[in-house]
T-cell receptor
Framework: EAQVTQNPRYLITVTGKKLTVTCSQN?????MSWYRQDPGLGLRQIYY???????DKGDVPEGYKVSRKEKRNFPLILESPSPNQTSLYFC?????????????FGPGTRLTVT | GQNIDQPTEMTATEGAIVQINCTYQ??????LFWYQQHAGEAPTFLSY????GLEEKGRFSSFLSRSKGYSYLLLKELQMKDSASYLC???????????FGKGTRLSVIA
């Protein structure tokens, strides 16, 4: 089954404790991205990657890191989480060419930083 | 930016038809998406318009007018399960991010 997976789905952590949210897709998509979603603000892009070893900042990259060492994986790293990073996070992937650029989303990770 | 605007909230009655509008300020883009998102869940793909005109898919239709800078999503025969947020998004090119509007929260009432 074609899908994007994220882990963990739920995480409660404390300020300053490094964490990683994993993201993996099995569709051989070139393009992957991370969003955060907050009430009233909609989906905002954190980072995106057009292919292996190619990453770019989105609209709200501060406090986050990413890596793209393999095509299928795109982890999101919070080196020193803070309460303002409490949010719902989505990973997504799509092809970067062709007629349809349909973007597939992972199930989401709800992060709470206390 | 692309300044994608959608109404924040709408309410409609079960069985009725509702139109959700999306306006944007950009001239060059590959296409426009509509996604549905139930509370706390991931967005799911509804439609993708490249050319002007209406694309119909069951109870859902999406319209695009590039010259007028707007799109709409039409939902017919509304059901309670259609209560969700509807997100409009633009893609400028194959190697650029999708840019989302803030979404329209639709409530379907009996």
């Amino acid at each position: 089954e074609a899908q994007v997976t994220q882990n963990p789905r739920y995480l409660i952590t404390v300020t300053g404790k490094k964490l990683t949210v994993t993201c993996s897709q099995n569709m051989n998509h070139e393009y992957m991205s991370w969003y955060r979603q907050d009430p009233g603000l909609g989906l905002r892009q954190i980072y995106y990657s057009m292919n292996v070893e190619v990453t770019d900042k989105g609209d709200v990259p501060e406090g986050y890191k990413v890596s793209r060492k393999e095509k299928r994986n795109f982890p999101l790293i919070l080196e020193s989480p803070s309460p303002n990073q409490t949010s719902l996070y989505f990973c997504a992937s799509r092809k970067d060419r062709g007629y349809s650029y349909e973007q597939y989303f992972g199930p989401g990770t709800r992060l709470t930083v206390t | 930016g692309q300044n994608i605007d959608q109404p924040t909230e709408m309410t409609a009655t079960e069985g009725a038809i509702v139109q959700i509008n999306c306006t944007y300020q950009t001239s060059g883009f590959n296409g426009l998406f509509w996604y549905q998102q139930h509370a706390g869940e991931a967005p799911t793909f509804l439609s993708y318009n490249v050319l002007d005109g209406l694309e119909e898919k069951g109870r859902f239709s999406s319209f695009l007018s590039r010259s007028k800078g707007y799109s709409y999503l039409l939902l017919k025969e509304l059901q309670m399960k259609d209560s969700a947020s509807y997100l409009c998004a633009l893609i400028l090119s194959g190697n650029t991010p999708l840019v989302f509007g803030k979404g329209t929260r639709l409530s379907v009432i009996a």
